[in-house]
């Protein structure tokens, strides 16, 4: 009986779900899995050959600094990939999107590229990521997260990852981005299916450019909201072009998750939730059935967030989305910033007073807040440091990249104008994107770049990947009715009709199948890791009069090497920085005032007291390095400088007990 019930899920919803076809012959069956097992393995086997392979720092530096010719090479790969129907054409795009996202990460380990602020030497996270990095290590001991607990889907997809990979940083990250690679690839060939091959390449180009802004390769929320968005829209996107109304609630219950992890503009849900009561209407004029369950959509990403908090934090000591009344004071006050309530309020409460503060400005000069919310809109648009594409940049040339961002917003509104003509022909796609933008934009006020920088707008940016994608589309299709020319066919023809093979269908319900990934990973790996562990024995030492001790994990692939020049570096790897790039690096971070304690031969390394959960910077010679994962006992001394003392600066003197980790 067993058996004949495991049959039939297995036949009727595993491969019904994976193949997307509700009846098939054994062979095309056959021939699905086969091609999706070589669609996966291929951009799985040539990035472990990428991240092996010695590269040249030219090479490496060209295409960091994302050169005109590079950008030009991505293009037309990414343009042939899409060009190719079938599993071929998937396989080559997957393949080049993963590769063009890998590269710049193997710059920035071989310190071509640098990540000021965010990194030390490429590798170790730092500030705002290096708190989201301790607090997975220490989930992973059992500990229960603190300071991030208001974004804990990130810090849960990294607990499960670095779980998976034995803590090692240097195998951790370069999965963090390529499941970005995979959410964008994912979007760029929903794009490709609507619009064709180079609003596709376009849309993949523009989110590699957001990526490499924000910071590729660190332990930020905004990997998980890049990558958790951009695929929320591409399953929004299908759901309209096969009229599936289970698959535009999912979308939606996804981008909420995306929005909790990065909080941004979150102005977009109500307006997609109005855009698919249009859109799915039928014969009414709103789908009042649809608007109750996109609000229950969007209400069970916010429930499943808070239920995460519950389960794996210590609780985050004040309200849910608390950090915002900053930024909502900075704007009611005429757009000082998030930070101008420090000024007139340094005592104020994160929160409620700060909230009560606020309202009571508003209530005393209500005109302050319009003439908030246009300064914040203005510094978003052309002319201003943090417009919309200043994530855009072609090394130092200036004058391209001016030129490069005027193109852009030439597409953009092509792609504003195709909304509303894709509207008066009753089509759903130009309501959602046109939808979606207005959220986006009257975000802005609220979501500000010049308190946060572009990368607030992670979750939701790939709305503005898509518009200049759109506009792309419909520039070709007048190019082609005003020259009535055969070739220009070959550059716009009608994506419309949908393609019934099984690869896309596949790929249409992998979207699905990926996110859901995600979540679990975000949502169930945590819970199921904390539940299961158990805090370290610790073995004390007595260290001399003038040292104190630390208790602390080492894990291989998670520390710096200190070398004394490039030449010692060795093959294309993380884990190696020269002396000189360390020291230009802590020169800019708040440790400068110890920079000269670091010295070639030294390991460093990012971490956590195991008696005290506090942060560690830890230096200490590559003799005492254990050889493998373990439980370090050490004694040392702290800096004697007070910024770097509050970083957690330490250094070994020696190791006395070293025990290999449970």
Known sequence: ????????????????????????DKRQAAWAMIATIFTLLLPLAISVCLLNATLSAQFLEKFFSSGFEYTVLRAALLILGFSIRGWIGKAITLTVTITIFLLPLIAVWEQVGLLYGTAIGGLLPWNDANGYYIDAAALLDGYPIGWSARRPLFVGLLATLLNFTGANLSVCIPMLVALTAIGTFFLAQEINQVYGPIPGAAVTILALFFYKHIGIGTTLTENLGLTMGATSLAIMYAAIRRTSKPM?????????LALCTRPGTFFVLPCLIIAGAVIFKADQKINWHFLAQGIGASMSGFVTNYLLVKQISRGIGHAPFSEFSYILYGVVVGGKGWTQVLIDHPRAGEGTEIYRLALAHF??????????MIKMWSEYLPGHYFHAYHFIEFGNSNILTRHIHSLIYILLVAGLIWCVVNIKQGQGQGLFLLAAFTGYFASIPFTPSIDGGLRVYAATVAILFILPAAGIYWLLGLFQRLLRRRWAIQLHRDYSMPDRGYSTRLVGNLQVLFVLLLAAMAVVGPIVIKSNARPPSISRVDCLPAQEDVYFRYNPGSSISIVDRDADRGPSRSGLATLATIQSEIGKMELKGDADAFSAGQTILTTYNLVDKQFLLVTLPASLVPP??????ACGRWTTDKTARQFGLFHVDNVRVSQVAE
């Open 363 to 372: 209530r005393a000069h209500p005109f302050d807040l319009v003439r908030g």
């Open 248 to 256: 535009m609630l999912a979308g939606l219950y996804f981008m909420t």
């Open 1 to 24: 009986m067993y058996q004949i019930m495991l049959q039939f899920i297995l036949n009727r919803v595993i491969v019904n779900r994976v193949t997307g076809i509700i009846s098939f």
């Open 628 to 633: 493998q994962r373990s439980i370090v006992s």
